[in-house]
């Protein structure tokens, strides 16, 4: 089975997430605005969510993790729990 790893920042609005995304491709770092804004608690370990295989995260955060470039951010993405900024560190494909 398919197996990845990724990071990831949660917050409540489109606009906020848009703005971190901004703020991360200017050279800010990922893992110190997961701690400073994700409302996840995986925020407090820089947004890691470790490893994890196809279905056990909600549909459109699987779709992104499992398909998106490694190493590079996306988002924002919604589910049901806000908007995500994602960024797939590992994925054995």
Known sequence: MTQA???????DSEATCQDLKNRIESGEDFAKLAQEY????SGK??????????GQMVPE??????SAPVNEVQGP???????????VTRRDD
Do not use: N
């Open 5 to 11: 790893s990724a990071r990831h920042i949660l917050v």
């Open 38 to 41: 994700s409302s996840c608690p």
């Open 45 to 54: 370990s820089g947004g890691e969510l470790g490893t994890f295989g196809r």
């Open 61 to 66: 955060f699987d779709k992104v993790v499992f």
């Open 77 to 87: 993405v919604k589910t049901q729990f806000g908007y995500h900024l994602l960024e």
